[in-house]
């Protein structure tokens, strides 16, 4: 990038990329008086705020202190084979909305876990996300997963003393992070975010480092199986 610039600036000067040697001592004089300059433009171009903007969410690593995701305790009330797709399981979730309202998610979960078994148990929700249509049927959000050995998905489950207390519709959130929630939370920024959600010794599911954890309690968030360190949660 450097020798790019140092020649652009040479043509601009009009002079051989050699001759741009500062001299050691003072006074400081690279051109002479009455110099020809060449053809001066800008060397480089403002970069507009949606540019700085990605740069930022690429190079700018994990110094985030808040939690985008909407993640709270669910339960699976029931699970269906989707029609048109292998891989795909049709789920009706209560996430605590209230008043009978359930929550549709469709997963590739069916090569995973047998669909009868995904009934009653408890995982967490990714709720702000985008609605999409999988194979024609609406999903309302995602299911935490952990990725173990040959790319087995493992659901995300509050573990450990005290887990059958916690309430349906807990928030989830890192251990002493604070929640701000992204609304509407696109394909690519989840993308982005999710790489930060990782297994940590215990298979316990940590986003930036911090365990998360069923707020107002200790219990924390694991796989349903051991899975190395590390693992991606997604």
């Known amino acids: 990038y450097m020798p790019g610039f140092t020649a652009k600036l040479a043509e601009q000067l009009n002079v051989e990329v050699a001759s741009l040697t ?74 605590g909305a209230g008043g009978g309202v359930l929550r549709q998610v469709v997963g590739g979960l069916r090569a995973h876990y047998p669909v009868d078994s995904l009934i009653g148990k408890r995982v967490v929700v990714v709720r702000n996300l985008k609605y999409a249509k999988l194979r024609g049927i609406e999903s309302r959000g995602m299911l935490l997963c952990a990725e173990g050995a040959n790319n087995a998905l493992h659901l995300m489950q509050p573990s450990g003393d005290g887990s059958e207390a916690v309430e349906i519709g807990s928030k989830v959130v890192p251990q002493g992070m604070a929640s701000v929630v992204t609304p509407s939370m696109g394909k690519k920024d989840f993308q982005t975010v999710s790489k930060k959600l990782l297994a940590g010794a215990q298979s316990e599911a940590c986003f930036m480092g911090k365990v998360l954890m069923v707020n107002g309690s200790s219990v924390a968030i694991t796989a349903d199986s051991t899975v190395g360190a590390g693992a991606q949660i997604r």
Do not use: C
């Open 22 to 95: 500062l001299p050691d001592q003072a006074p400081l004089s690279l051109l002479p008086v009455g110099h020809r300059l060449g053809k001066v433009v800008p060397i480089f171009r403002k970069l507009e705020k949606g540019e700085l903007d990605e740069f930022h969410k690429k190079y700018a690593g994990q110094t985030a202190t808040t939690y985008p995701l909407d993640t709270v305790l669910a339960e699976i009330v029931s699970a269906e084979a989707h029609p048109d797709a292998d891989a795909l399981v049709v789920m009706q979730l209560n996430d």
